[in-house]
């Protein structure tokens, strides 16, 4: 497998199980990665075992694969560095790196969420914890991806976007894998949103297998969350396209269908019944589109952007509606023209 000659030196920020498949996926690869992992405890057990039983166990890790608690270290003199931690940690996190770092390394951002108080997407965050990281020096990674599949090389596609051609490439040669394809796009913030939005509607998919509505209803609930999608997009000026595409629609539909996705459990079970504190506490990984959805719903408020299936999924999970009543209030809006309002 190619490795490119400007990057060598890699360090990987985040050790849940979307940060140990990609950490795993470089290592793999041949590279030399420098991990940090904020449990002490996690960071013995992956030295001793060479495994991550916390978050993706029965994935043996390669040697050249190093844990260490140690932020400072893992990102200082490298030519990468990969942030995969929760979308609420981002910026305690990498207010940390701050001045760390080489002047020119290339940032990655794989996570995946909208911070609730400013409602920025994580490139913001970024911009604002990393001073002087330009457009030439920021990427992101998103698209339909469930962590144990890529850690089990099953073929997968992914998007790298970055208002940078060279800098998209270089990260894109990278990742890229014969297992792993990478394609690049100029669009952050559409890519951003649909990996950000479509945990929200996730949620919603999940309700509606919990309540037992069927297929119809789940095919309807992923094609009318998608336009919600793409108007938010515009409204923050994405490219209509990028819906069309991995970041997109492909990821939304991943994480509405597959039996991995941790916010279609919490939906499904909410909408067989629990409380959504219930529901958390039986989880060890975080479920990003809980958060999010107070963030998208604050958001598509401040831009007047019509998202009712997001709204729907923010009041089931902070404001007490049933997820019966919600599906009542949706199907019984004004008719419309499904063209005009897309």
């Not at 990987?12 to 992992?37: C, H, P």
């Not at 991943?254 to 996705?261: A, N, Q, R």
């Not at 009712?308 to 089931?316: D, F, G, L, M, T």
Request: glycine residues 10%; neutral net charge; aromatic residues 4%.
């Amino acid at each position: 497998m190619t490795m490119t000659q400007d990057i060598c030196r890699i360090g990987v920020v985040g050790g849940g199980s979307w940060g140990t498949a990609l950490a795993n996926l470089l290592a793999v690869k041949g590279y030399v990665v420098d991990w940090w992992l904020f449990e002490p405890e996690l960071c013995r057990l992956i030295q001793e075992k060479r495994e991550n039983t916390f978050f993706l166990p029965g994935i043996t890790l390669p040697e050249n694969l190093r844990p260490n608690n140690d932020l400072d270290a893992v990102v200082r003199e490298k030519d990468l560095v990969l942030i995969v931690v929760p979308s609420h940690v981002m910026r305690a996190v990498t207010r940390g790196m701050d001045g760390k770092m080489n002047r020119d390394v290339i940032v990655v951002s794989a996570s995946k969420g909208i911070e609730n108080d400013t409602l920025l997407t994580m490139s913001g965050v970024l911009r604002e914890t990393l001073g002087d990281l330009g457009p030439e020096r920021l990427a992101v990674l998103s698209g339909p991806s469930f962590a144990v599949e890529v850690a089990r090389s099953v073929p997968t596609v992914v998007t790298v976007a970055s208002k940078d051609l060279t800098c998209a490439q270089k990260v894109q040669q990278v990742f890229a894998t014969p297992s792993f394809r990478v394609y690049t796009n100029d669009d952050i913030v559409g890519v951003e949103l649909g990996g950000a939005v479509k945990n929200v509607i996730a949620i919603a998919a999940g309700m509606v297998d919990g309540l037992g509505l069927g297929l119809n209803t789940r095919a309807a609930l992923i094609t009318r969350g998608l336009a919600e999608i793409s108007r938010l997009g515009r409204a923050m000026g994405a490219n209509p396209r990028t819906m069309g595409g991995t970041a997109g629609l492909g990821d939304l539909v991943l994480t509405c269908t597959g039996d991995l996705s941790r916010n279609h459990t919490v939906g499904k079970k909410i909408g067989q019944g629990m409380k959504l504190d219930e529901v958390l506490t039986e989880m060890r990984m975080v479920a990003e589109g809980v958060k999010t959805a107070r963030s998208v719903y604050n958001l598509s408020l401040r831009l007047d952007v019509e998202m009712p299936i997001s709204h729907a999924v923010y009041h089931i999970l902070y404001s007490g509606l049933s997820p019966k009543e919600a599906v009542c209030q949706l199907m019984t809006r004004d008719l419309k023209n499904e063209l005009d309002e897309a």
